[in-house]
């Protein structure tokens, strides 16, 4: 039987997406075999043998026939304690801070509501509201890249909105918000705050500690930048009474029994996580600060795992990003995704080979 003509596919496509649907693009990924990947903020440190072979075993004595027990008392409690999430809180899972986000914009958000997030921040607050029928609203940041806090101050009057997202460390400025800045949000916002804290194992404080202060506040956080981006996990931590609701839409069964049983093994070896973040935290000064010595190259301040770079010497940020892709090095190009970030190069902190590699190749493509 031979494929449906391409012209009627097309029609019936049309009539059937949405048409907002049909007018993205669906999210980039590189492909990185063989090529120095500095352009998802991951650890590029694997983990200890010691570390696999515990989780060898796990996966080996779990079974996948069976769905995933309702019981995720013991998760909860690792997560817990390993984090430092408080005891009167609990703890909501997903796959990744994405399916966390989904959530919420679900529970919370009819078709027409505002989510509201300092902008540029992370691409997923804008797409899950689309996805979901909702409004989203960007708060433009600074001209250098700092948050506006009378401005966001304004647009959450003027739009009421039922979430605010607050990435802090903010992806892809790597900048930290000031917790008197977060605490005025927090207190002006009329629905929920979600504290986005992926990157927050390379800064200098948490909001975890305050997360029941306030009657309309979350933490968010995933295990992708400290060394398990492939397991694809996150959690919300926040008062007893919001997870619940959240739980709510959370889809049955949503977090794997691989998933449970490596993230139960991988935290009881805790320390070396940490040891990882602390690594990469050192090094990410001196990769600014090298970065910062090239000629016409401006570096942010960061407090996360990747310094951003804008490039407007002899080589704006476009070539300089085609130039090291040629060499089979990958960051990523901010160039075009908003004024704000035009010439802008996102670089993950990697191994001091990999940083060392990245900065020869820089120097050899802004002296050609």
Request: charged fraction near 20%.
């Amino acid at each position: 039987m031979s494929a449906a003509p391409a012209d009627g596919v097309a029609g019936r496509i049309k009539d059937t997406v949405r048409a907002d649907i049909r007018g993205l693009a669906a999210y980039p990924v590189a492909h990185a075999e063989g090529c120095i990947k500095l352009d998802a903020m991951e650890c590029p440190y694997e983990l200890p043998e010691a570390v696999r072979d515990d989780i060898a075993r796990a996966v080996r004595d779990t079974p996948l026939n069976r769905y995933p027990s309702a019981d995720l008392s013991a998760l909860e409690a690792a997560v817990k304690t390993a984090f430092g999430v408080p005891d009167a809180a609990d703890v909501l899972f997903g796959n990744g801070s994405d399916e966390l986000i989904h959530l919420m914009v679900q529970a919370c958000c009819n078709p027409g509501d505002v989510v509201l997030s300092p902008w540029p921040s992370f691409v997923y607050f804008d797409m899950a509201a689309r996805f979901d029928h909702a409004r989203f609203v960007g708060v433009p940041l600074t001209a250098d890249l700092s948050l506006d806090l009378p401005a966001m101050l304004a647009a959450i009057r003027e739009h009421q909105p039922k979430l605010v997202f607050l990435a802090t460390p903010n992806n892809p400025t790597g900048g930290l918000w000031s917790a008197q800045d977060v605490n005025a949000i927090i207190q002006a916002a009329p629905g929920l705050v979600v504290i986005d804290e992926a990157y927050q194992p390379f800064a200098d404080y948490t909001w975890m500690p305050q997360v029941l202060d306030a009657p309309n506040v979350v933490v968010m956080r995933t295990v992708s930048k400290i060394g398990l981006a492939g397991l694809r996990f996150g959690y919300l931590a926040g008062h007893p009474a919001w997870i619940a609701e959240l739980n709510k839409v959370r889809p049955p069964y949503n977090l794997n029994v691989l998933t449970q049983a490596t993230l139960l093994a991988v935290l009881r070896h805790k320390s070396v996580l940490d040891e990882q973040a602390a690594r990469l935290r050192a090094d990410r000064e001196p990769l600014a600060a090298a970065l910062a010595q090239l000629p016409g190259v401006r570096v942010f301040p960061s407090a996360a795992n990747f310094v951003l770079a804008r490039f407007s010497g002899k080589l704006d940020g476009n070539a300089v990003h085609l130039a090291l892709k040629a060499r089979k090095i990958l960051i990523r190009n901010f160039s075009n995704a908003h004024p704000l970030l035009a010439d802008c190069l996102r670089i993950s902190v990697g191994t001091p080979a990999e940083n060392a590699a990245l900065l020869s190749a820089l120097q050899e493509i802004l002296s050609a």
